[in-house]
């Protein structure tokens, strides 16, 4: 684990956000993000959705907290 990501209102949202981030290709909320390409590290992919997740509803509502716990992995987020 090298990020916690926190400030749900309840544990009921938390789990659907963990949900919707293990599984992108079954959320219907993050259907339209492009799977994993073979050359991207699964990292840089778990960021891109990631970062795809705090720019579509419900999540971007919320005011959610990244804290990174690994400054060594700490890295911008992708623009898409």
């Given amino acids: 684990m090298v990020l916690i ?3 749900f209102p309840n544990d009921i949202s938390a789990l659907r956000f963990e949900w919707a981030w293990q599984h992108p290709d079954k959320s219907r909320r993050l259907r339209h ?3 994993k390409k073979l050359s991207e590290k699964s990292f840089d992919y778990c ?3 990631l970062s795809e997740m705090l720019q579509v ?5 919320l005011s959610l907290t990244i804290r990174w716990i ?9 623009v898409s």
Avoid at 57 to 61: A, F, K, L, V
């Fill in 57 to 61: 509803g419900p999540w971007y509502r």
């Fill in 47 to 49: 960021l891109r959705i």
């Fill in 33 to 35: 993000i492009p799977r």
């Fill in 70 to 78: 690994k400054q060594e992995y700490s890295q911008a987020f992708p």
């Fill in 5 to 7: 990501i926190h400030g």
